[in-house]
């Protein structure tokens, strides 16, 4: 193992600046890993060409001395539903098997600008629609925490951006992005035990992001520390004029306080009750509660409260992803860009055909069920019941952050992130889509309904060996005292997300 | 083994500031839990023995809407559970509640003015296409209904 992977991005560019270590070499090495590890199935596609060539530049800015930011020279690696230009961006489905886009989200553009090193393109299921990056044209992506990698007793690494999880897991690059939905990037961050961020819905640019459901959409962030996680939100933070639905504020470059200046005495933190659900299990449940006790002990108030809707959440979820799928889907015909049927009868029967081989089973019961609630009849019934049920949803964050009594009110909600540790694939696979994704998704998607920001942070191993981790939730735009909670708790718990026994097995 | 040992040695290092404290003892709690031990449950109705009835008619207009097929036992089958779990909200009350169609709703977006600001990329766009004709997309012969 590569002894700088221990290193925070601001000890990596440290190492670059006193000439220690190269962004070329990093580079090099990083897509040597890449190879090494493909088991894990977390690329889809490596970029080696261009990868060599940031690397270059940025070496060629570090010998100037002129370093461009605090991520020149840094890996990352983007989810394969952002738009990379001249780069493969598939949604890892058949529909976009050669879709070459002719420009960059601005994710994409900003690291770039930045000076970043961008490695490749991660696995994820189908078009984001899943919670295990179990449905890939490509494949499985395994969790690197595994018993064992080999036979039938491999862990999923969660969705659906597990590749980026998995990458940033495994030490094959310092970043990661994905995109939440309903949890894509805090589900995968939980199991393989990395830190998970879901910006405000609005803070980072989704032009260029391949969307699912766009009132909910946003890009997310993996790490594996929480000031690395910082450091990657500040730079693509931030208006976009080529996404009118970011937040015109201008962004403040967050700057958390050091572990030891942390004062947690005037910080509430609420515990929603209604997060304890059916299947969630022991150990979380003992991580949840210890971890509550350590932030009241540090001073912190700590109290339950309730968000009384959260039980309906997961359904009002999925009927809104279903329509919006059904919409957003449309897109695809064959005829501008993607998969493009031999049925040349009519345009109709080739719309229906290059769909057909396009999508799968997954992809296409989304559109009818969504277009079976969008009926008509039906509109009022299921959509329009399910944006007033959404409404009921948010007004519960809104009474717990801000407008309650004030001495009901808190700052942060501490909550599990996924009820249990990664599951086996063997287990995992024998639910059906829907049921993967109503049990995963159950503590996270609220935030979503809402446009909350929350973060996953890894919190100890589970007597199997695997992540458990937990989430933050905070009012929307106060990703500051998020991340300074959750960079605390890091201190506290210090869980190593390179620990895992597969890599002592490689270092033996 | 060696290699073991040393990866050890980094790790010390990288944390030196930051001397490894004592193990947390996670059944060890200071304080009276606010974390509820229990689930605390939420009753909804059971919609699964609701009978769902789609018509032909209705089939054949989702499958022209969605131009995807339904055309196996399990995906009306998969369908029919989709909607029962949709009905799961049916019975919260909702009177006077408006729907929320963006959590931007009090916030004033930006929109840019009708003219271009970008061009000269017919080649980049239409190279995604798999049949085009000199600059113009190609698609077989419309207004002909989709075979059901």
């Given amino acids: ?508 | 083994m060696l290699r073991l040992l040393s990866k050890r040695f980094y790790c010390k290092i990288a944390t030196k500031s930051n001397e490894k404290a004592t193990k947390l003892d996670f059944k060890q709690l200071t304080h009276p839990t606010k974390v509820p031990q229990t689930p605390v449950d939420a009753e909804f109705p059971d919609t699964s023995a609701s009978e769902i009835q789609i018509d032909t008619k209705t089939i054949q207009l989702l499958e022209r809407l969605s131009l995807v097929d339904l055309d196996s036992e399990r995906a009306l089958a998969t369908l029919k559970s989709s909607i029962q779990f949709a009905d799961k909200i049916a019975h919260i009350n909702t009177d006077h509640v408006r729907p929320l169609y963006t959590v931007l709703e009090h916030q004033q977006l930006q929109l840019r003015n009708d003219q271009v600001t970008e061009g000269d990329c017919r080649a980049e766009v239409l190279r995604n296409a798999k049949v085009t004709d000199e600059d113009y997309y190609v698609s077989p012969p419309g207004n002909i209904p989709l075979e059901q």
């Fill in chain 1, 1 to 508: 193992m590569r002894r700088h992977l221990q290193w925070s991005i601001k000890q990596l560019i440290a190492s670059y600046s006193d000439g220690q270590l190269s962004p070329r070499r990093v580079t090099e090495e990083a897509l040597q890993d890449a190879l090494r590890w493909k088991t894990l199935n977390a690329f889809v596609r490596l970029t080696p060409e261009q990868a060599a060539q940031q690397a270059q530049d940025s070496e060629e800015r570090y010998k100037l001395r002129q370093p461009i930011s605090d991520l020149d020279g840094v890996t990352i690696a983007i989810k394969d539903n952002f738009c990379t230009k001249d780069v493969h961006t598939t949604c890892a489905s058949r529909m976009l098997q050669d879709f070459v886009p002719p420009y960059d989200a601005t994710v994409c553009s900003r690291l770039k600008q930045a000076g970043a090193v961008i490695l490749g393109k991660t696995n994820m299921d189908q078009f984001a629609m899943g919670a295990g990056t179990v449905d890939s044209l490509y494949g499985p992506t395994k969790n690197i925490w595994s018993e064992d990698l080999d036979k039938d007793h491999w862990r999923i690494a969660g969705g659906s951006s597990g590749g980026s999880a998995s990458a940033v897991a495994a030490g094959l690059c310092y970043a990661a992005i994905g995109s939440d939905t309903g949890g894509s990037t805090r589900n995968p961050a939980s199991y393989c035990g990395v830190v998970g961020l879901k910006p405000t819905y609005g803070l980072v640019s989704r032009h260029g992001l391949i969307p699912l459901v766009n009132s909910m959409d946003v890009p997310g962030i993996f790490a594996r520390s929480v000031s690395d996680c910082v450091a990657i939100l500040n730079t693509v933070a931030g208006p976009d004029k080529l996404d009118s639905t970011t937040i015109r504020k201008p962004f403040t470059r967050l700057n958390l306080p050091e572990v030891g200046q942390i004062d947690l005495s005037t910080v509430r933190i609420g515990i929603p009750k209604e997060y304890h659900c059916h299947g969630l299990s022991a150990e979380v449940l003992e991580t949840w509660s210890k971890v509550a006790d350590l932030l009241e002990c540090s001073g912190a108030s700590v109290r339950q409260v309730s968000l009384p809707n959260t039980a309906a959440s997961i359904f009002v979820y999925t009927i809104l992803n279903q329509c919006e799928v059904a919409s957003n889907m449309a897109r695809y015909d064959g005829i501008e860009y993607g998969h493009r049927a031999a049925d040349e009868r009519s345009t109709e029967q080739l719309y229906a055909l290059s769909r057909a081989e396009g999508f799968n089973e997954v992809v296409k019961t989304r559109i009818l069920t969504g277009n079976f609630l969008l009926l008509k009849k039906n509109y009022d019934h299921y959509f329009e019941k399910a944006l007033r049920v959404r409404r009921l949803i948010a007004e519960d964050f809104a009474k717990v952050f801000d407008s309650s009594a004030k001495e009901e009110r808190v700052d942060i909600l501490l909550t599990p992130t996924t009820l249990t540790e990664a599951p086996l694939y063997k287990d995992f696979a024998s639910l059906t889509n829907r049921d993967q994704c109503a049990v995963q998704d159950f503590c996270t998607q609220p935030a979503n309904m809402a446009g909350n920001p929350a973060v996953s942070i890894p919190i100890r191993l589970s007597r199997a060996g695997l992540p458990l981790s937990l989430q933050l939730m905070s009012n929307s735009l106060n990703e500051q005292l998020l991340l300074t909670v959750a960079r605390w708790i890091e201190a506290q718990v210090e869980f190593d997300s390179l620990e895992h026994t597969q890599q002592y097995k490689a270092s033996l």
